[in-house]
C-alpha cells in the first residue's frame, strides 16, 4: 500500500523548525516499509509542494503526525486539500494533539482515524488491514468512524512498549537537510538526537509527563550508539543535540551513550540532578551546553502549582557549581509566566531571580515563555476554571508559548493586553540578560551597556519606551531567520 506520512513544519516567527529531523515520521515510516509498504515522508515548510508531492504519490493512506498549536491547523488544511484531492483515500490524525482529544479530532469529517498514543504498532496494523479489506475495529489505540461517519468508536488504549530499541530507515529523508551548519553555534554541523522518551518527573503544565503517563524508557546505549554514529560520521557532525525530555535519568547510561556518540553535545537536565560528580562527567563527556527548567522564581509557583519540587537554595547553589565546576559550558534555563494561579508579584520574582542567576554564572541564559495550555495537563484544568474557554474545533487550536504570539492569559488576576506585551518585551530583556560576552570593540560595548539597561529595566519594572529591545529583537530575529532558514 502506497502511504503519505506529513510532520506540519512548525513556525518560530516567520523562521521554519525543518531543521530537526522528524522523528515520529520516521519511527512509524520505517515499521511500514519493514512490513513492505510503500512509504513517502513529507517534511518541508512549503505547503504547496507537499500537497503537489502527495497528489504525485497517489497514497491509499495519509499519516499526520500533529502537536496541538499551529502543527495540528496546519494538518487540517493538508487534511481538506488531500480528501478533496485523491479519490478514495483515507487520512490519519496522530501525536500529542489526537492522543489528548480523539474525540474532537473524529468530529472533522477529513479525518477517518485517530491515533491515540504512541503509533508504530496501531498504524502497521491500520494499513495491513486496509491493504487485505479486513476490519479494523480491534486495533489498540485506534479510533475510527462508522461508514456513515456519524458515530465513533473508541479503541482500546495501545500498551506503552518497554522496548523502544526501534531502528530507524534513514533512507527516507535526506539526512543533509538536517545536518547545516549553524553561525551561532561557531559554524559547527549540528545534527537532534533522539534516544529516551517519556520522563520520570510530573510537572503541573508539561504535556509529556501526561502524554507518556510518568513513564521513562529508553533505548539501549549500544543501539543509540549503531543508530546514529554512521549518520554522524558520513555527515561530518560536530556538535549533537539530544532531544530527550530529561538526558540524565540515568547517568551511567547518559555517559556511555555520550562517549560512544564522541561528540561535543547539548542536553537537558534537571538541577537537582547537578552536584560535583556530576560536573566532572558533564567535563568528561564533552558537554557544551545544557537545559535546566527552573520555571519560576518563586518557591509556591514552582513547587505548589508547577510540581517542581526544586528549592531556592538548590538553584542558586548548582548554577554556583556550574560557574566553578563548568566554566565553559552553556546554560539554558528555562522560564515560564502566566501560569494559572501566579500572581504579579510571583512574576516579578521570576525577574529578580534572573538577574540574580545571572550574576552568579556569566554563561547562563535565562529564556523565558508564556504558558500555553496543552490540554488536559493539571495546569490546562486549572485555567479551564479560572475561566479560559478551550477551543471547540481542532482547526482552532492556534497555541504558541512564545512571547508576542502567546494565547492571553484570562485566567490571570493580572491579565490585561498590556500585561500580555510586557511579557513579550520580558523574553527580549531576559535574552540580553548573559554576561558572558565574546564580542570585541563597539559590539562588546553596546552588548555591555544593553545588559546594563536590561537589569534596570527587570529590577524597576520600567518597561516604557522600549527603543532599545525593538532594535535588538530586529537584529536577533534576522540572526535567527538565516540560522534556520
Not at 551513550?257 to 538541577?271: C, K, S, T
Not at 518557591?299 to 531556592?312: A, G, P, Y
Not at 520580558?426 to 559590539?443: D, S
Request: glycine fraction near 6%; proline fraction near 4%; include cysteine.
Amino acid at each position: 500500500m502506497k502511504i503519505s506520512l506529513i510532520m506540519p513544519v512548525a513556525k518560530f516567527y516567520s523562521a521554519d523548525s525543518g531543521s530537526v529531523p522528524p522523528y515520529a515520521l520516521l519511527y512509524l515510516g520505517s515499521a511500514l516499509k519493514k512490513a513492505g509498504h510503500d512509504v513517502r515522508i513529507h517534511h518541508d515548510s512549503d505547503f504547496w509542494r507537499v500537497i503537489n508531492e502527495i497528489k504525485a504519490f497517489g497514497p491509499s493512506l495519509v499519516g499526520i503526525s500533529a502537536f496541538t498549536g499551529y502543527p495540528v491547523k496546519l494538518a487540517c488544511e493538508y487534511a481538506k486539500i488531500i480528501k478533496n484531492s485523491i479519490y478514495g483515500v483515507q487520512v490519519v490524525l496522530g501525536g500529542y494533539h489526537a492522543t489528548m482529544l480523539p474525540k474532537q479530532v473524529m468530529k472533522d469529517h477529513w479525518f477517518d482515524f485517530a491515533v491515540v498514543g504512541e503509533g508504530e504498532n496501531t498504524i502497521v496494523k491500520l494499513a495491513d488491514a486496509l491493504q487485505k479489506g479486513e476490519n479494523y475495529f480491534d486495533i489498540p489505540g485506534l479510533w475510527w468512524k462508522s461508514d456513515e461517519g456519524d458515530t465513533v468508536h473508541i479503541g482500546d488504549d495501545a500498551p506503552l512498549s518497554a522496548n523502544i530499541d526501534y531502528d530507524i530507515d534513514w533512507s527516507l529523508v535526506d539526512v543533509s537537510t538536517y545536518t547545516k551548519k549553524v553561525s551561532h553555534l561557531g559554524g559547527k554541523r549540528y545534527f537532534y538526537i533522539f534516544s529516551s522518551r517519556g520522563c520520570p518527573y510530573n510537572c503541573s503544565f508539561c504535556a509529556g509527563a501526561f502524554l507518556h503517563k510518568q513513564k521513562y524508557r529508553k533505548e539501549s546505549a549500544e543501539h543509540v550508539i549503531k543508530q546514529y554514529k554512521s549518520i554522524l560520521d558520513k555527515y561530518d557532525v560536530e556538535l549533537v543535540e539530544y532531544l530527550d525530555d530529561n538526558f540524565f535519568v540515568d547517568l551511567d547510561w547518559a555517559e556511555r551513550v555520550a562517549i560512544g556518540i564522541g561528540r561535543p553535545y547539548r542536553a537537558l537536565i534537571r538541577v537537582d540532578r547537578i552536584t560535583p560528580e556530576v560536573c566532572d562527567l558533564l567535563n568528561r563527556t564533552k558537554c557544551r551546553a545544557i537545559f535546566v527548567g527552573i520555571e519560576s522564581g518563586n518557591e509556591h509557583v514552582r513547587n505548589d502549582i508547577m510540581n517542581k519540587r526544586l528549592t531556592d537554595e538548590k538553584i542558586y547553589s548548582a548554577m554556583k557549581l556550574m560557574a566553578d565546576k563548568c566554566p565553559d559550558i552553556n546554560i539554558s534555563a528555562m522560564f515560564i509566566g502566566g501560569i494559572p494561579g501566579e500572581h504579579y508579584s510571583e512574576f516579578r520574582d521570576t525577574c529578580k531571580m534572573a538577574v540574580m542567576l545571572t550574576d552568579i554564572n556569566p554563561r547562563l541564559l535565562p529564556q523565558f515563555n508564556v504558558y500555553a495550555p496543552y490540554p488536559y495537563c493539571k495546569s490546562y484544568v486549572d485555567a479551564v476554571n479560572m475561566g479560559w474557554v478551550p477551543p471547540q474545533k481542532t482547526e482552532d487550536w492556534i497555541l504558541d508559548s512564545k512571547p508576542g504570539k502567546a494565547v492571553d492569559a484570562v485566567w490571570l488576576d493580572y491579565y490585561s493586553k498590556r500585561m500580555m506585551s510586557k511579557f513579550k518585551w520580558t523574553a527580549v530583556i531576559f535574552i540580553l540578560l548573559r554576561q558572558e560576552n565574546n564580542l570585541r570593540g563597539l559590539k562588546g560595548l553596546a552588548k555591555r551597556i544593553l545588559r546594563s539597561l536590561a537589569v534596570i529595566r527587570l529590577k524597576t519594572d520600567f518597561y516604557y519606551a522600549p527603543f532599545e529591545l525593538r532594535i535588538f529583537w530586529f537584529l536577533y530575529m534576522n540572526m535567527i531567520r538565516a540560522d534556520v532558514n
